[in-house]
């Protein structure tokens, strides 16, 4: 057990619709990436969040949006769905800070499929 | 554009067998290079390489970075059936505030009893 939280595990929806996945890091951790891994393509990184702020955007979708919050877990926001966003979505935290040299724990991730 | 490619795809052993996984990268701005085993669900941190030629070893897994030709190798001796997984290779990029993972396809792995 990593100790990153991903809730919910799966999520069947139609297109059109929103929905929001939700990350809590491991204790201590104050990173909290968003990574997309869909059939045909490897784990793509989508954002980064470090204490609250954005740190950096990666192939993320302009429907797509994400926070963190104070007490440090993260929602992604999915918008206006559409069949080819039907993909694992994985939160993971790192300790973070300034050196970066910290690995990357991931969550079981959150199965999403759109109908 | 960076990109880290894994092979082979996918392989089949027999319990018992050694394996040798392959990870080579180009990329612009190298940091470190991470291993992880994927399982059916989170990718589990198996290895941080940042130095060539230092090999870290956990239990019957090794792995070894080379930074001039610009690849790495994840060994595992005396396979077990719960080796089995998708192991994925990851390049983590410097410039920013953030670890910025480049990953490979990941290569399959399946040991038969």
Redesign the interface.
């Known amino acids: 057990d990593?100790g990153?939280t991903q809730t919910p595990k799966h999520l069947i929806t139609a297109t059109g619709q929103r929905v929001t996945l939700r990350c809590s890091p491991r204790s201590g951790d104050l990173?909290v990436?968003w990574y997309q891994q869909s059939l045909d393509?490897?784990?793509?990184?989508l954002i980064?969040y470090?204490n609250g702020e954005e740190?950096?955007k990666?192939n993320i979708l302009e429907r797509f949006s994400a926070q963190q919050f104070p007490d440090l877990h993260s929602e992604l926001n999915l918008s206006s769905l559409e069949l080819g966003d039907s993909a694992l979505y994985?939160c993971a935290s790192?300790v973070g800070g300034?050196l970066?040299?910290s690995?990357?724990?991931?969550?079981?991730?959150t199965r999403l499929t759109v109908t | 554009e960076d990109k880290v490619v894994q092979s082979p795809l996918s392989l089949v052993v027999h319990e018992g067998d050694t394996v040798t996984l392959n990870c080579s990268y180009e990329v612009t701005n190298f940091r470190s290079l991470l291993w992880y085993k994927q399982e059916k669900k989170a990718p589990t941190f198996l290895f941080m390489l940042t130095s060539s030629g230092i090999e870290k070893k956990s239990g019957r897994l090794s792995s070894i970075l080379d930074k001039k030709e610009l690849f790495s190798i994840l060994n595992i001796t005396a396979t077990q059936t719960g080796d089995s997984a998708v192991y994925l290779c990851a390049v983590d990029l410097r410039g920013g505030a953030t670890n910025k993972l480049i990953f490979g396809t990941g290569t399959l792995l399946a040991v038969q009893p």
């Open positions: 990593s990153v990173s990436y393509q490897g784990l793509q990184f980064h470090y740190r950096a990666g994985f790192s300034p970066l040299n690995p990357l724990h991931f969550g079981n991730g």
